[in-house]
T-cell receptor, first 114, second 113 residues
Framework: AQSVTQLGSHVSVSEGALVLLRCNYSSSVPPYLFWYVQYPNQGLQLLLKYTSAATLVKGINDFEAEFKKSETSFHLTKPSAHMSDAAEYFCAVSNMDSNYQLIWGAGTKLIIKP | GAGVSQSPSNKVTEKGKDVELRCDPISGHTALYWYRQSLGQGLEFLIYFQGNSAPDKSGLPSDRFSAERTGESVSTLTIQRTQQEDSAVYLC???????????FGPGTRLTVT
């Protein structure tokens, strides 16, 4: 069985500050991990993915995430927040045995303070 | 190229009526998924199609829910005798056979009154 925990339903940072959104996963098989972003009243957009190649993965809009197997974590970071980053962020896990169906975290709403 | 499209974007229906939601996947994507996003339950998997294989229906919440897909093209999700708890955003995603990531459509917001 797989599960995802996102710490913090809301995270607030100042414009220009570091963004850190936490994601921990549980998986009995090698996982594939994803971060998606959802802007208000829109669908889900893929930010980045980990698929067992490099452990540090870079995505769109200067986001990156590091897969740490020992900590079962896949935290999302961005060096400098922009007002346009305000959205909800979802971490998800999948694996081959379950047809790559996505198991989702509860989401973290990122608030950017001017 | 064109992304995943869904229709309608919004649907308001009366309790007890049937509704049909449509998804057009990215051309060439053999895998198609339906998810539901609701305030109380978050994002949940509903059903998975892969080519001509039998679908994985393990996420469907009740027998009022069904879905079809013709080959590797359009899929329809049907909810019979809608209930208020069916109110949610229904998201469709597609995936290429040799890729791991899914691409999502904009969703259909279903409101049952």
């Amino acid at each position: 069985a797989q599960s995802v925990t996102q710490l913090g339903s809301h995270v607030s940072v100042s414009e220009g500050a570091l963004v850190l959104l936490r994601c921990n996963y549980s998986s009995s098989v090698p996982p594939y991990l994803f971060w998606y972003v959802q802007y208000p009243n829109q669908g889900l957009q893929l930010l980045l993915k980990y698929t067992s190649a490099a452990t540090l993965v870079k995505g769109i809009n200067d986001f990156e995430a590091e897969f740490k197997k020992s900590e079962t974590s896949f935290h999302l970071t961005k060096p400098s927040a922009h007002m346009s980053d305000a959205a909800e962020y979802f971490c998800a896990v999948s694996n081959m045995d379950s047809n790559y169906q996505l198991i989702w975290g509860a989401g973290t709403k990122l608030i950017i303070k001017p | 190229g064109a992304g995943v499209s869904q229709s309608p974007s919004n649907k308001v229906t009366e309790k007890g009526k049937d509704v049909e939601l449509r998804c057009d996947p990215i051309s060439g994507h053999t895998a198609l998924y339906w998810y539901r996003q609701s305030l109380g339950q978050g994002l949940e998997f509903l059903i998975y199609f892969q080519g001509n294989s039998a679908p994985d229906k393990s996420g469907l919440p009740s027998d009022r829910f069904s879905a079809e897909r013709t080959g590797e093209s359009v899929s329809t999700l049907t909810i019979q005798r809608t209930q208020q708890e069916d109110s949610a955003v229904y998201l469709c995603a597609s995936r290429s056979l040799f890729a791991y990531e899914q691409y999502f459509g904009p969703g259909t917001r279903l409101t049952v009154t």
